[in-house]
């Protein structure tokens, strides 16, 4: 169903999957994974239905913390390789009909950066302590945001730890200078960048005109839609539903092209620990309307700490409870640092259950490198590095990262079916793998532009249990129901959803047989996406 609308704001369609440089393929045997490693494995993630491809950073970094304390913004760390091989990486996804984003911080640099000492002038610095913000980035890993620098003889600010110093962006080098940087990576092929920590970015930077100052923010989106007009930025902002309007262009905002959901993140898993929608269903209807080019990105784990800070703090404890039990699970007082496996006890129900719901919630979905070989986390690294885990090529013990032990689980408890091979060499040749069902869901979601482009509306289905969305789009029309709970389930589809005209109610995907008409069962933790057609729907794909 691609036409030139859905080609031109091609993210609307876009199943985008985060892979870790470091840690995807080690191409020459030296325990980094490296660029010529992702090249290698593109046709995979090509293979699985991935058409877009965000990278976190790979930039020169002492890695004090995980690469997003850069000291040039020109280059790749040697450990990964050089420039020429991050433009063959380019070209070879392209070729594969993978767009690239790169991950890049614009609000801060690690104090090893040349600017640091050469320009102090492109930090915030004060004579004195100032006043501490309401609350530090990372609980009980930072207690302050200003240093004091000896050779400067002044305090630095720094939102994050204090090796990390803030950019003083309301001075117009440092915004030239980061303008150059988003020129340099997008001549290189790129189609945008995911943007940390978006509202750290909204200071006003002057533009003449006293009533309508322009923020660092849109300065930087104004000079990206120059330079490309198809380039987006995928931001990162940990906010509440009004301020999300902001960022995605509503009353005069930001315009960001794609913004990721954690409050509609963070509803979710707390559905999931009631076995009750109510939470994701309030989630969904207190987002804000987007304009034409705006998305939602939806997303069930990423490569930080699964951030449950918009929850109330019972809610977050319960949360705790169902899926982070151990202290040793948790992180900064607010967040989870297990990946989604794991979280689920490894049940290959439940696990489908998250992934499908992710894929077919209104927006895009985003997908972690490894969740769909089901892949676990290490949690003895430090931090949130707990599920930036090796990816698990194969079982082999030197098969690109893997440790044999680790790569092996039980059957799950139930004895019908489980995925006993978490690696992806022999979960590619299982067709009742995780992987296999993963490329076939990917499929099917690009199948569904209803999901990208349509209006869409939550269905009264008389069981808190099942969630239902009813989208429309053009000539299609698509209905998803999940459910949440461990019960085995029935429910009928509303009389205001309008069946009329409607000749078969066709399964695309999900558990059980098809069923016809507007009953419908659901098995415990299952998922049913329906096609509604008609005569008319000739250009439907069923």
């Known amino acids: 169903m691609t036409d030139k609308a859905t080609s031109d704001l091609w993210w609307k369609d876009a199943v985008v999957y985060c892979v870790d440089v470091a840690t995807w393929l080690d191409s020459d045997g030296d325990g980094i994974g490296d660029l010529a490693g992702l090249t290698r494995r593109l046709d995979y993630l090509s293979g699985l239905g991935v058409n877009c491809l965000w990278l976190m950073p790979f930039y020169p970094s002492p890695l004090r913390d995980d690469g997003y304390d850069i000291t040039d913004y020109y280059a790749v760390d040697e450990r990964f390789g050089t420039l020429g091989d991050f433009v063959e990486m380019v070209r070879t996804a392209n070729n594969l009909g993978i767009r690239v984003l790169v991950d890049l911080v614009l609000n801060h640099t690690s104090d090893e950066h040349p600017w640091f000492p050469k320009r102090r002038d492109y930090y915030v610095w004060s004579d004195h302590k100032e006043k501490e913000p309401a609350d530090v980035a990372f609980p009980g890993e930072q207690d302050s945001t200003w240093t004091y620098n000896e050779e400067a003889g002044q305090w630095y600010m720094h939102r994050y730890y204090d090796f990390m110093p803030d950019l003083n962006i309301t001075h117009p080098d440092v915004r030239d200078e980061m303008n150059k940087i988003l020129g340099f990576w997008l001549e290189l092929g790129i189609s945008g960048f995911r943007v940390d920590s978006l509202p750290l970015m909204l200071e006003t930077v002057g533009t003449g005109a006293r009533d309508n100052p322009e923020t660092y923010l849109r300065s930087l989106l104004a000079f990206m839609g120059r330079r490309r007009g198809d380039a987006i930025f995928l931001g990162e902002a940990n906010v509440s539903p009004e301020e999300q309007g902001r960022y995605l262009g509503l009353d005069g905002g930001e315009g960001v092209q794609m913004l990721f959901d954690f409050r509609g993140c963070a509803a979710q898993w707390l559905s999931h620990a009631r076995g009750d929608a109510g939470p994701l269903t309030e989630a969904l209807r207190a987002r804000p309307e987007h304009p034409q080019h705006g998305q939602f990105a939806n997303f069930c784990r990423h490569h930080d700490e699964l951030n449950l800070g918009l929850l109330g703090d019972d809610e977050r404890d319960e949360v705790f409870a169902a899926f982070a039990p151990e202290e040793t699970h948790r992180v900064y007082g607010r967040g989870i640092r297990r990946r989604l496996a794991p979280m689920l006890g490894n049940d290959p129900r439940r696990i489908r259950l998250v992934l499908a719901l992710t894929l077919a919630l209104p927006g895009t979905p985003v997908l972690l490198y490894g969740d769909e070989i089901g892949m676990g986390d290490d949690l003895s690294l430090y931090g949130r590095l707990a599920v930036r885990s090796p990816m698990q090529w194969s079982a082999r013990p030197n098969g690109g990262f893997s440790r044999a032990e680790e790569v092996y689980r039980p059957v799950h408890a139930d004895g019908e079916y489980g995925y006993r091979a978490v690696n992806v060499v022999d979960q590619r040749h299982d067709r009742d793998s995780l992987s296999s069902w993963m490329t076939r869901a990917i499929q099917i979601r690009r199948e569904c532009p209803e999901l990208g482009w349509g209006d869409w509306e939550i269905l009264d289905l008389g069981d808190s249990r099942v969630l239902g969305l ?69 250009t439907a794909i069923i």
């Open 470 to 538: 009813a989208y429309r789009w053009r000539e299609g029309r698509v209905v998803t129901l999940h459910n949440l709970s461990a019960d085995d389930v029935r429910v009928r589809l509303p009389a205001d959803l309008d069946l009329d005209g409607v000749d078969e109610i066709r399964q695309m995907f999900g558990d059980g047989p098809a069923e016809d008409g507007a009953d419908i069962g659901l098995a415990g933790y299952g998922y049913r996406w329906l096609r509604l057609l008609d005569d008319h729907a000739t």
